[in-house]
């Protein structure tokens, strides 16, 4: 269902729910957000245009995406589409690694993704009173600067707690099912928030196209072939994979 294309809506269901439905719904969520985002239409609470994105999730609620950036940043459509935007992964609660992370940002010119499938993940919540906490330091305490500069990723059972930190969930709420394993979310929300938000929704879609021809029960067996099997659904979409790095991937 997460891959599920639109050609697809009413052949999948679950708990008598269309899936296939259910995730355009978001997709297409998903593509007016970014594309307000990135026309300058949504702005920060002082008024500045945002081009700062940061990511924060562990597991399978940031690698599959960060690994897919990893293939974008270099390839010419990604150069191109992503002029002027910035993102960044935090998944280590090491005050150190927050710090790199934000040493150069602009809190105003910076929105934060939380990823978390049931927004109580320690690590994820840690990192996300931090960043909203750096985000009040230079703006004030006003829940306005949640409300501008933070979204969720999240399960729709979790709504209840993405509420409770403050973000609006009306606009700013990107949800996913429980059904939904860690190591397939880069083609939902927690990779499509993140990837269309630098380098547009259209590129993002291309990736998503060609990687519901690759069959799912691949990754349930060889999950840590999870970037070389995108970087390869990239070269079908017809892009060159060259040199991509490999820091990011097990050592055995």
């Not at 009413?10 to 297409?28: A, S």
């Not at 950036?69 to 960044?88: A, C, D, F, M, Q």
């Amino acid at each position: 269902g997460n891959q599920g294309g639109k050609d697809e809506i009413g052949t999948i269901f679950v708990d008598g729910i269309d899936v296939v439905q259910e995730v355009h719904d978001v997709l297409d969520q998903i593509k007016s957000f970014t594309e307000a985002f990135r026309s300058g239409e949504i702005k920060g609470y002082t008024g500045k245009r945002m081009r700062n994105i940061v990511s924060v999730g562990i597991g399978g609620s940031y690698l599959g995406p960060e690994f897919l950036h990893e293939v974008l940043k270099t390839e010419t459509n990604g150069v191109t589409t992503s002029l002027g935007y910035n993102l960044r992964f935090l998944a280590n609660v090491d005050p150190v690694d927050v710090e790199r992370t934000c040493a150069d940002l602009d809190p105003e010119e910076t929105l934060i993704i939380i990823v978390s499938k049931t927004f109580t993940t320690a690590e994820t919540m840690l990192n996300a009173r931090t960043m909203r906490q750096w985000l009040w330091d230079f703006m004030g305490d006003d829940i306005d600067v949640v409300k501008k500069h933070v979204v969720a990723c999240s399960s729709i059972s979790a709504l209840e707690n993405v509420k409770d930190f403050g973000i609006d969930t009306e606009k700013y709420f990107f949800r996913f099912w429980d059904w939904v394993g860690g190591r397939y979310s880069v083609c939902g929300a927690a990779g499509a928030v993140p990837i269309s938000l630098l380098y547009g929704y259209d590129l993002f879609e291309d990736f998503l196209e060609v990687s519901s021809n690759i069959g799912s029960a691949y990754f349930s067996f060889l999950p840590y072939f999870y970037f070389d099997t995108h970087a390869w659904a990239i070269s079908l979409a017809g892009c060159t994979i060259n040199g991509q790095t490999l820091s990011q991937c097990p050592n055995e």
